[in-house]
Nanobody, 127 residues
């Protein structure tokens, strides 16, 4: 089992920045962690991912350049730095963890690749 706790969401004006955090704990090892988001009336979409075993990061094409995923050096924690935010970035952001082994440099950019999910955290970008 893996427990995921997200933090750092909130309200920000367009053009601003936020940093989300996701701390993992529990008995199972997290081979990869990712961020997804879901806006009202839309499907959940992949944002960014990180593989602990290969130190490999990957992004949705639309997020690349504005969003950066990183990890804490000593904790099982990943961050999502979001810059130049737009109103269309408004969504509930979810952290996810994969407890199955990863394959070198494969991009786990789909929800079924992950086994555990956080409760989600609201990010609202005002215009």
């Amino acid at each position: 089992q893996v427990q995921l706790v997200e933090s750092g969401g909130g309200l920000v004006q367009a053009g601003g920045s936020l940093r989300l955090s996701c701390a993992a704990s529990g008995r199972s090892y997290s081979y990869a962690m990712g961020w997804f988001r879901q806006a009202p009336g839309k499907e959940r979409e992949f944002v960014a991912g990180y593989s602990w075993t290969t130190d490999h990061t990957y992004y949705a094409d639309s997020m690349r350049g504005r969003f950066t995923i990183s990890r804490h050096n000593a904790k099982i924690t990943v961050y999502l730095q979001m810059d130049s935010l737009k109103p269309e970035d408004t969504a509930v952001y979810y952290c996810a963890a994969r407890s199955r082994p990863t394959v070198d440099n494969r991009n786990y950019d789909y929800a079924e690749a992950y086994d555990y999910w956080g409760q989600g955290i609201q990010v609202t970008v005002s215009s």
